[in-house]
Each structure stands twice: as C-alpha cells, then as structure tokens.
C-alpha cells in the first residue's frame, strides 16, 4: 500500500511537469511527514549523510574536465586521428565518428558532452561531403552514448554510489562492452554506407596517420591516466577524477592552447551549475532510496518475486523493460538513483553479480538516451542538426536496434561485462 501511494504520488508530480528532483524531494516529505512518525531530525540528518560519499567527488572532475576537453581542441584532433585511420572504408566519416566518439567517451565520461564535441565538428563535415543529413545524425546520436559506458562514467559513479559496489571493478568492467558496442555500432555505420553508396575519403599514409596520432596524443594520453592510474592502484576513482580535470586543463590552456585563461572562468562556472543540478537530483534520490528502506519496500519486492518464482533470466528480462520503459520518461541519473536501490537486492538474492548487474542498467540508460520522449542525446543532436525530434527517431532506429541487440547480449552473458575485472585480479 505505501509502494502504491509513494509511486502514485512522485508520478502525480512527474505529470504536472516538476523537475524530477523536486518530485522525489516533495513526494519524499509529503509522505514522512503526513504517513509517518519520522522526527524532522532524521531527515535532515539524511540529507547530509546521504551525499558524504569519496565517490560523488568523482563526479564534479569528470564533469569539469570533459566541459575542458570540449572546449579545448581535443575533440577536434580525435576526428582527425579516427578519420586518418578508418576514413577510406564505406561511409569514412561515419566510421570516423563512431571511432572519435568512442575515444573521447574515455576521457569526458558524459554522453550528452561527446554529441556535442564529436557533433559539432563532425556533423557540418559529413552533410559538406555529401551524406544525408539523417545518416550523420543517427551515427552521432547513437555513438555518443558511449560516453557514460566506455569508462570513466558518472553514471557508474551513481550506481556505485546507489548500491555501494566497487567504482574500480565497474570502470574496468565497461572496457570490453564499450570496445564491443562501439564495434557493432560501426558494423551498422559501415554496412548501410556500403548500401546506399555513401562517400568515403582517400586512404591516409603512414605519415599522415603519425602526424594525426601525435597531435591527438595529449588527448588520449588522459585514458592511459584514468584507467592506468586507477588499475594499478596508484589512484582512486575519484582521485582519478581529480587528476582528469587538471590534466585535461593543462593540455586545453597550455599545451594546444585553444582556450585563453580568460575563458576558464566560464569553463568553471558552466560544470558548476551542471554538478550542482546532479547532486540536486543525488540529494533527493537518496532520501527517496531512504523512505523506500524505511518502508521496508525493496524487501517485500524482493520477496515477492523471489516467490513468484521468478528466476534470474525472468528477472533480467523485467528489468530490462522496466528500465527501458522508465528511460521514456526520467533521464539515467534519476533512474539509476530510483531504481538501483529497489532492483539491487532482489538481483543480489538471485546471485546475479553486482557489477555485472551495473553494466546492464547502464546499457539500458545508453538506448533510453537514445529513444524519445527524454532521450538526452536526441535533445543535443537536435539542436547541432536542427531536426526535429521525430525525423531524428526514424533517423537513429537502425543503431537503435544494433543497441538493443547488443543489450539482449550482455544481459545474458555476464562473462562480457566479468572477465576484465576477474582476470585484472580485481574481483
């Protein structure tokens, strides 16, 4: 009865076109305060505790140092470096673009941020040499969801942070699906260029490739930071993070020098308002996850469907609707703050492996910002095309598909998603 009226409520509030934050913050004490005897206290005290975590650190550095990137040159010579290198197979720019997107997904960690650096450079280079506006689009849009499963990803943060699993494991637990998504996205690309006959590039020399890698290295120097730094245990996630932002500033501002000192404070100020909307929405989900504990809800749920019988591959299969059906309406930090908490213990009875469980919800959070009416990464490559909404959701439906595939794929063979971490000696 209380699932039914929480729900019923945040939903209530969801219709009449709150911001998510403010729903689950309103619905959260609406209920404490009318339906139960929770001292004041308590909620207060659960505000603060709830975001006194070392990884919601992560995720203002990552932030600040992909808006860095973005702004600083890197995006530009990682098309350059794809391009020389996969420019003269079918659809050379499409191809071009899943690659750079791909590439600057491990270092910016945000998929809406990769739309826009790999978009907007890449996009007006594509329709100039003679590919549908459509087919640019629905590559870039699908591509740029890389960004939050090639590791590092805020959105990984968030789960961690949801369900208290190890940020290092699930950081090297999306290597090989993002390698693998990022492959069949470009099979797709490749396949429907061959197709319809689409424009593709003069091969690069050996030379242009050195000269194109040389001037992207700085760029992808970074990933060897993050992930080595983090493997071999020299650093944390978050100090990780730390270390990204400075980097990222330095190359931006010093070394390619595309960014003046004068525009950092603007840099500054954009991730703070951005990381302040996140841990706004962190804030209120974690009071939300704790009037759900406290109602004992995730537990009965748990329960309830470990005696309906349903088994893990039953279960994997309701979440999978569940969270594509939740992507139509919330977007992924939101769903993953709701709905990791109720969904974590039930998968955990049924010995499903936490971090094998993350890199599932984060794919599903992948194709939700790919698919109206949320999709973020729709919204963002909207506005670099000018399309509208429905002419880009018929444009991006073939990698849509490649994408759902791919998600049926790693929700069932949990090896993609464990072997890393398992033969890394960190599981």
């Not at 995720?59 to 973005?70: E, R, V």
């Not at 591959?313 to 594509?324: D, E, M, S, T």
């Not at 939700?368 to 991006?396: D, F, Q, R």
């Not at 073939?398 to 063979?413: K, Q, R």
């Amino acid at each position: 009865m209380s699932a039914l009226i929480i729900f019923g409520l945040l939903i209530l509030l969801m219709l009449t076109g709150m911001p998510i934050s403010i729903s689950l913050g309103l619905t959260v004490l609406t209920f404490l305060f009318t339906m139960t005897e929770v001292p004041i206290e308590a909620v207060a005290l659960k505000l603060f505790t709830g975001i006194e975590k070392f990884e919601i650190m992560a995720i203002p550095f990552f932030i600040l140092a992909g808006n860095f990137l973005t702004h600083g040159g890197v995006a530009r010579r990682m098309i350059n470096f794809a391009t020389s290198m996969v420019g003269h197979w079918h659809g050379g720019l499409g191809l071009a673009g899943v690659m750079a997107c791909a590439l600057f997904a491990a270092v910016s960690g945000s998929s809406p941020a990769t739309v826009v650096a790999i978009g907007s450079i890449l996009l007006p280079a594509m329709v100039k040499q003679g590919f549908p506006n459509s087919f640019g689009a629905g590559v870039i849009t699908t591509s740029g969801a890389l960004g939050i499963l090639i590791p590092p990803s805020i959105v990984m943060v968030m789960y961690s942070v949801a369900t208290n699993t190890s940020v290092g494991q699930l950081f090297m637990a999306g290597v090989i699906p993002g390698i693998m998504l990022a492959t069949f996205l470009g099979v797709t690309t490749w396949y429907r260029a061959r197709k319809f006959g689409y424009p593709r590039l003069a091969k690069a020399t050996a030379i242009q490739r050195l000269k194109a890698f040389r001037e992207s290295m700085w760029g992808l120097f970074l990933i060897v930071v993050v992930i080595g730094g983090i493997y071999s245990g020299i650093f944390t996630p978050t100090e990780a993070a730390a270390m990204s932002a400075v980097y990222a500033f330095i190359v931006a501002v010093f070394v390619y020098k595309d960014m003046s000192l004068k525009q950092v404070p603007k840099v500054l100020l954009d991730s703070a308002s951005m990381s302040a909307m996140l841990l706004y929405i962190i804030t209120n989900a974690v009071l939300f996850s704790f009037l759900m504990t406290s109602e004992g809800i995730p537990q009965a749920m748990a329960g309830w469907l470990i005696d309906a019988g349903l088994g893990p591959i039953a279960f994997l299969l309701v979440v999978n609707v569940l969270l594509l059906l939740a992507g139509n309406v919330m977007e992924p930090s939101s769903i993953v703050l709701i709905f990791a908490p109720i969904l974590f213990p039930v998968a955990v009875a049924l010995g499903i492996d936490p971090v094998h469980f993350g890199i599932l919800i984060v794919v599903n959070m992948e194709v939700g910002m790919c698919h109206p009416p949320v999709g973020l990464n729709l919204y963002v490559a909207s506005g670099i095309t000018k399309m509208g909404i429905t002419e880009l959701t018929i444009a991006v439906w073939p990698w849509l598909l490649t994408m759902l595939a791919f998600l049926m794929l790693i929700t069932y063979v949990p090896a993609i998603s464990l072997w890393l971490p398992r033969t890394l000696g960190m599981m």
